[in-house]
């Protein structure tokens, strides 16, 4: 048997509501195309690219993780960190596509498929098969034991009577159904290596399915890398150090209903904020006379990021305005001209940064914030 879904009580129930609320905000903000939605998209993949592996000790930097999510080389990760870094991309790449699959069903095989697209430049951990004995959870700082996985034997069945479960018709809300996905393969531990990402993997694969919004716009994987202790903490509490599925799992859904409720709120904000910077940069090179698809270079400067003649390439990779690497040399050649951008580094390290003009458009914007709510949902 795998973990109960807990029937909602009604304070989980309004908090439920709440994001549904942000989430058809979103809706409506990102139903007309727009090119900055396009950033955005990238830079949040990105982002959960980099908190789902953070988590896992994958140290990376966003400039590095946006690299990766455009499929470039990036420039300061250390090689284990950019494989995984991939690994996990092409997985969520994968799940992206299976979000409109009418053919579409979860299986133990496609499990294990996800799992393989992850950990594969490291054979030792079996990528794409179970484990091939028992697996304990260890506490970096001291070296307890904090979880046992369940027997090996219980494994393989433990996964059919997942993807059953998902496969069956339900009313369970979609933001549950997914968390009950990443509760339950994280418990079982079905794997070696790999559990956590394959676990927020899965349940960023359940929410895509649900048809509302992109999961990059609705991953929580941000969320969690920010706030890895709590993650670990509600997963113990509700785990109990082992294979105990008929243990409360409440904890847990109101940690993923709390986690949904803020990165929704950051997200509605970061669209907005979004919006209005676009505007203010499309002004500007209009006014200074340059190529109307450097606005996407520049955007990603704006907001912090180092841009590259490859990065900024494969902005176009999918549309009629794809560009050469001469193209995009010139291009970035006359926005350091224009004294929007700064030029550092020398050949494979050769990128570009915003100069005062980009970052006073970026601190208009972020002036323009209400206050953050960080109130507890729950508290009584």
């Keep these: ?26 809706r409506f903000q990102l139903a007309e195309p727009r090119r900055w939605a396009g950033s955005l998209r990238r830079v949040s993949l990105a982002r959960a690219i980099q908190g789902s592996n953070s988590i896992e000790g994958y140290e990376a930097g966003l400039d590095d993780a946006v690299d990766v999510a455009a499929g470039e080389e990036p420039l300061e990760a250390d ?53 091939a004995g028992s697996i304990y959870v260890r506490n970096d700082t001291t070296g307890e034991i904090v979880h046992e996985g369940a027997d090996l034997d219980l494994v393989p069945g433990l996964m059919r009577e997942l993807a059953a479960e ?72 509700v785990g109990g150090s082992s294979w105990q599925p008929r243990r409360d799992a409440r904890p847990w859904v109101r940690f993923t209903l709390t986690a949904h409720l803020r990165q929704a709120r950051t997200m509605l904000q970061r669209v907005k904020e979004s919006e209005r910077m676009w505007a203010e940069l499309e002004t500007l090179v209009q006014g200074r006379g340059l190529p109307e698809r450097s606005t996407m270079a520049l955007f990603d400067a704006m907001i912090g990021l180092r841009v590259r003649n490859a990065t900024y390439r494969s902005y176009f990779e999918d549309s009629p305005e794809e560009i050469t690497e001469a193209t995009a040399s010139r291009d970035l050649r006359a926005l ?27 601190q208009r914007a972020r002036a323009a914030r209400g206050p953050k709510d960080t109130a507890d949902p729950f508290a009584d």
């Design 79 to 131: 090689e284990e960190t950019r494989l995984a870094l991939r690994g996990y991309r092409d997985a969520m790449t994968y799940v992206l596509q299976l979000a409109e699959d009418e053919d579409f069903q979860y299986s133990d095989q496609l499990l294990k498929s996800l799992h393989y697209m992850m950990t594969n430049y490291a054979l030792k951990n079996r990528p794409g098969r179970w484990r």
């Design 1 to 26: 048997m795998l973990f109960d879904t807990p029937e909602l009580d009604e304070r989980e129930r309004q908090v439920l509501s709440q994001v549904e609320e942000l989430k058809a905000a979103l």
């Design 336 to 362: 350091v001209a224009a004294g929007l951008l700064e030029a550092n580094g020398e050949k494979r390290g050769r990128h570009y940064v915003a100069k005062p003009p980009l970052v006073e458009i970026r």
């Design 166 to 237: 998902l496969n069956a018709g339900t009313e369970c809300p979609d933001i549950v159904r997914a968390a009950m996905a990443h509760l339950n393969l994280v418990m079982v531990h079905p794997f070696r290596d790999g559990n956590g990402r394959m676990a927020r993997c899965l349940q960023s694969l359940v929410l895509a399915r649900s048809g509302t919004l992109s999961p990059v716009f609705m991953s929580i994987e941000e969320y969690l890398g920010q706030n890895t202790q709590a993650y670990y903490d509600v997963l113990g509490e």
